[in-house]
């Protein structure tokens, strides 16, 4: 079965920067779309991007357009999220999934039915 395993989160102030790291235990990982989804403390998870299997196409909440980028390695099975320009709201623990429904419409992907979770990552940006 997939296994997914993030890492890279940790303190940062505000305006600062880091990158996530989403690694598949195996290569079928690349057949997947992946997303990268939030929860805050007391919020619902929240879908933040996704990229597509090939890496062409991504979805970005408008919360973080202009500030994160989403990529993948298909040599490496992983795909990466950079955080820059970090606030405080950014605060939460992230995690990757792989999406098991994908959209194309007009050049916007859509990533849904998200399964193989991974443990998450806590991200916590100070002000």
């Known amino acids: 079965q997939l296994q997914l395993v993030e890492s890279g989160g940790g303190l940062v102030q505000s305006g600062g920067s880091l990158r996530l790291s989403c690694a598949a235990s195996e290569f079928t990982g690349n057949n997947y779309a992946i997303g990268w989804l939030r929860q805050a403390p007391g919020k619902e998870r929240e879908p933040v991007a996704c990229?597509?299997?090939?890496?062409?196409?991504?979805y970005y909440a408008d919360f973080v357009k202009g500030r994160f980028s989403i990529s993948r390695d298909t040599a490496k099975a992983s795909v990466y999220l950079q955080m820059n320009a970090l606030k405080p709201e950014d605060t939460a623990v992230y995690y990757c999934?792989?999406?098991?429904?994908?959209?194309?419409?007009?050049?916007?992907?859509?990533?849904?039915?998200?399964?193989?979770w991974g443990q998450g990552t806590q991200v916590t940006v100070s002000s």
């Open positions: 999934a792989a999406a098991t429904f994908v959209t194309s419409r007009a050049g916007t992907l859509s990533c849904s039915g998200y399964d193989y």
């Open positions: 990229i597509s299997t090939g890496g062409s196409s991504a």
